[in-house]
C-alpha cells in the first residue's frame, strides 16, 4: 500500500497531457486557488521568504516568481510590503500566453506587478537581476535533470536567495486529499492532479538531493503545514572570509614538518553527533570541512541511548533515516518515571513531537553519521586526538593533533570544538580555570534478560542517583545510571555492587533488572559540571553540543542538543561566511535558543537528587496533566508544538 509513496509518480496530470474541457479549466481556477495557494504557500511564503527580508533590514526588495499561475502569491507579498512600508517589484514568468495575461488582469490593483511569457529552463533575465527568485507547485511537474536545471536557473537569476515550494509525498496527506478532500471537491481535474501531485512531489532529502545537484549551496529544506516543502538556498557561491590574513600568520607556525596553510574552511574536533552533523551540513553546501576524532568507529558510547522524536527530523534532514532504521532501532513511545517507592508517571513519546524515540546504540548512531559525513565530502580523521588549538593571540588559527605517533597541525579560519564534555580547546584556552572535583559518576551496560516494558524508557530515582533502562536494537537493552561520587567511593568503585546496593533501592529496578545478564562491558565517566559555557569562548572558535553546554541526562535531550547547535552553528556559518560576524551572531543565537531550558532543567536535577522531591515531583505529575506538559515543554525548544 505504502509502495507508490516510496518514488515520484511519473504519470502526467491532466493539466500537463490537456485532457480538460475549457469550462472544466475555468471551473478548476477558482477552487485551485483556493486549495493550493491559501490553504498552504501563502502560510509557507510568510514563514520563510518574509523573514528572509525582515533580517536583512531590506527596505525594498524583488521577486520573479517561476509558474506562477495567476500570481496569487506576487500579490500576497506585494501587500505585505505595503504594509510594513517596504519598496516592491514582482514579475511572474509563466510559458502561456493566457496564464501570462491573466497575472495582469488579476493584479490590476497592484502595479508594481508585472509579468513576461518565457521558459523555466531558460530564464529570459540577467545574472542577479532580482533579489529572490521562488516557485510554488511547479517542481513536481518535471523530471530530476529539468528540475536541476530549473533550480540552476533560478541561483542565476537571484542576487539573495531562492525558495521553492512544493508538496510533500506524505501518505497521511494522499489520504486526507482522496477522502475527505472528495467531499469537498467537485472538480474532475482538481480530484485527479490533486491527488496524484501529491504522489508526484518530494521527500525531503530527494528536494536535498536534486539542490545539491544544481550545485546550490546554503540549502535548507523545512517541513510546512500543510504537506509542504521549503527547499531555500543562497544564490552565492561559498567563499568564508577569515578574521585575519592566513599568510600573515605562515612564519609563526612553528615546525616545518607541521602542515601549513589554510587547508580547510572550518576544522571540527569530536565526532559525536554534535561535530559529525554539523560536518554534514556544513559539507554540503560546499564548504571544505575537516573532522578529527580521536576513537576509531564504531565505538560504545556512555549514554542512555534514548534518541528523542525530535532527533527523527534532523536524521531526516541530514540524509541518514534510512540508515538508522535499517539498523532495527526499538520504538519506545513512552517514559515512565519512577520513585524509589514504586510510584510512576508515564510522558507519552507523542509529547516531544514525534510518534515516537528511537532506542538505539551510539556506537551504531555515531557510526552511521560519520559515514554520512565522509559520503557528504568531509575529510575526517580518525584516531587522531586533538590536543591544542593553534594561537596567535586570542586568535584561533587550528589544531594541533596527534595521529600514528606523529604531531600535526591543520589550519581553518573557523575552529569548532565538539570534543563533549572533554572540551578540549575551550579548556586549553583557560589553563588557569579552576578545576574541581567530580561530584558524579555514570555507568552504562548491555543487558539481556530485563523485564522492563517493551517499548518504554523507564527512569528510577533512588538516593543520590537516576538512571534509566529501555530496549535498543537486537532486543538488548541499555542501562545507564548515574550517582554521587562519594556514594560510588562507599561501594568500592565496582558499577555491579552499586547497581545492586543503589540502583535496585528503586522497587521497580529490582523487579526489572532481577535476572539481568550482563552483555557487554561496563563504561564509566565522571563530570563535575552541568549547564553553559561560551558559545564562542575565542575569536575563530565556536562550541557545540556538550562542549557548549551539558544538560541534564534524564531530559533525554542532549543528542537533540547535539543536532540543534551544530545545525544553528553550521547555518550562521552558511549565513554569515565572515568569521567575526559568525562568532557574534552564533554566540547570540545560542543563548537565546538554549538558555531557558538549561535553566528549567538544573532545577529539575537538583529535584532529582532528593528522593522526597523527586517523589513529590512525581505525585504532583501524575496527578495534572496541564503540570506535566508545562515541564515538558520546558526542557525543549519552545517552537515545539506540544498538546
Ligand atoms: C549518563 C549519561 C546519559 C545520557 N543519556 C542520554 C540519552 O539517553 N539521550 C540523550 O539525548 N542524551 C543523553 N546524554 C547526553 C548525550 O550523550 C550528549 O549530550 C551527546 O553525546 C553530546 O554529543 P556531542 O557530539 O556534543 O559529544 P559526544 O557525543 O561526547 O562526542 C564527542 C566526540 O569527541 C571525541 N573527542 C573527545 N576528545 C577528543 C579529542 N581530544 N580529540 C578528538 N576527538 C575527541 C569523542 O571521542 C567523541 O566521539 C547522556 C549523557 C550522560 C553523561
Not at 532543567?601 to 522526597?612: H, N, V
Request: net charge positive; glycine share 8%; hydrophobic share 40%.
Amino acid at each position: 500500500m505504502f509502495d507508490k509513496f516510496k518514488r515520484r509518480s511519473y504519470k502526467l496530470e491532466y493539466i500537463d497531457t490537456g485532457n480538460y474541457t475549457p469550462e472544466e479549466y475555468e471551473d478548476c481556477i477558482g477552487e485551485l486557488q483556493f486549495v493550493n495557494r491559501w490553504m498552504g504557500d501563502a502560510h509557507s511564503l510568510k514563514a520563510t521568504l518574509f523573514p528572509e527580508i525582515e533580517s536583512n533590514s531590506l527596505r525594498s526588495f524583488s521577486i520573479l516568481d517561476v509558474g506562477a499561475g495567476s500570481g496569487e502569491l506576487l500579490r500576497v507579498a506585494a501587500t505585505w510590503a505595503r504594509e510594513t512600508n517596504r519598496g516592491f517589484r514582482g514579475v511572474g514568468l509563466e510559458l502561456n500566453e493566457r496564464s501570462a495575461e491573466s497575472i495582469i488582469e488579476e493584479s490590476s490593483g497592484f502595479p508594481e506587478i508585472g509579468s513576461v511569457r518565457g521558459d523555466a529552463l531558460k530564464l529570459p533575465f540577467h545574472d542577479s537581476e532580482f533579489d529572490y527568485v521562488m516557485c510554488s507547485l511547479f517542481t513536481h511537474h518535471f523530471v530530476e535533470e529539468q528540475i536541476v536545471q530549473i533550480l540552476r536557473e533560478m541561483s542565476r537569476v537571484a542576487k539573495r536567495r531562492i525558495f521553492v515550494i512544493d508538496l510533500h509525498r506524505d501518505p497521511i496527506a494522499y489520504f486526507l486529499y482522496t477522502t475527505l478532500g472528495k467531499l469537498i471537491l467537485k472538480n474532475r481535474l482538481i480530484r485527479h492532479d490533486g491527488a496524484l501531485s501529491i504522489l508526484r512531489s518530494f521527500k525531503t532529502e530527494e528536494l536535498l538531493e536534486l539542490a545539491q545537484r544544481a550545485g546550490l549551496t546554503d540549502i535548507w529544506v523545512e517541513r510546512h503545514f500543510p504537506s509542504r516543502l521549503v527547499l531555500s538556498a543562497s544564490a552565492r557561491k561559498p567563499d568564508i572570509k577569515p578574521r585575519v590574513n592566513a599568510d600573515e600568520h605562515k612564519s609563526d607556525l612553528r615546525s616545518s614538518a607541521f602542515i601549513r596553510g589554510l587547508n580547510f574552511d572550518v576544522i571540527i574536533a569530536g565526532a559525536g553527533p554534535a561535530g559529525s552533523s554539523a560536518a554534514i551540513h556544513l559539507a554540503r553546501n560546499g564548504i571544505r570541512v575537516l573532522l578529527v576524532e580521536q576513537k576509531k568507529f564504531p565505538r560504545a558510547k556512555l549514554c542512555g541511548e534514548f534518541i528523542s522524536p525530535e532527533c527523527r527530523r534532523h536524521f531526516e534532514n541530514l540524509g541518514v533515516s534510512q540508515a538508522m532504521t535499517a539498523a532495527g532501532p526499538t520504538a519506545l513511545v513512552e517514559t515512565v518515571f519512577y520513585s524509589s517507592r514504586g510510584h510512576h508517571v508515564t510522558i507519552p513519546s507523542s509529547w516531544f513531537g514525534g510518534p515516537a524515540a528511537l532506542g538505539l546504540s551510539r556506537a551504531v548512531m555515531d557510526d552511521v553519521l560519520l559515514r554520512r559525513a565522509r559520503e557528504c565530502g568531509v575529510s575526517v580523521l580518525e584516531g587522531a586526538t586533538v590536543n591544542e588549538p593553534v594561537l596567535k593571540g586570542r586568535d584561533v588559527l587550528g589544531v594541533r593533533l596527534r595521529i600514528d605517533g606523529q604531531e600535526r597541525e591543520y589550519h581553518a579560519p573557523l575552529t569548532i570544538d565538539a570534543t563533549g564534555r572533554a572540551r578540549i580547546l575551550s579548556r586549553k584556552l583557560n589553563a588557569g580555570e579552576p578545576k574541581s572535583r567530580a561530584g558524579l559518576i555514570a555507568f552504562k551496560v548491555h543487558l539481556r534478560n530485563t523485564r522492563v516494558a517493551p517499548n518504554a524508557c523507564e527512569i528510577y530515582f533512588y538516593p543520590e542517583g537516576y538512571g534509566g533502562l529501555s530496549t535498543i536494537e537486537g532486543d538488548i537493552c541499555n542501562l545507564c545510571f548515574i550517582i554521587s561520587a562519594e556514594q560510588v567511593r562507599r561501594h568500592h568503585s565496582d558499577p555491579e555492587t552499586v547497581m545492586r546496593e543503589l540502583v535496585m533501592k528503586n522497587r521497580r529496578a529490582a523487579y526489572t533488572l532481577e535476572h539481568a545478564e550482563r552483555e557487554s562491558e561496563w563504561l564509566s565517566a565522571s563530570w563535575e559540571r552541568f549547564g553553559r559555557q561560551r558559545p564562542s569562548p575565542a575569536n575563530g572558535l565556536l562550541t557545540i553540543g556538550d562542549s557548549a553546554a551539558f544538560i541534564d541526562p534524564f531530559t533525554g535531550s542532549g543528542m537533540l542538543m547535539a543536532f540543534e547547535s551544530g545545525e544553528l552553528a553550521a547555518h550562521v556559518i552558511l549565513r554569515h561566511r565572515d568569521t567575526q560576524t559568525v562568532e557574534a551572531q552564533y554566540a547570540a543565537a545560542y543563548v537565546q535558543k538554549f538558555d531557558s531550558r538549561l535553566r528549567i532543567s538544573g532545577l529539575l536535577r537538583r529535584a532529582a537528587f532528593k528522593p522526597r522531591l523527586a517523589g513529590l515531583g512525581i505525585a504532583l505529575c501524575s496527578g495534572s496533566e496541564q503540570f506535566r506538559n508545562r515541564l515538558v515543554r520546558a526542557t525543549r525548544s519552545p517552537s515545539l508544538e506540544l498538546p
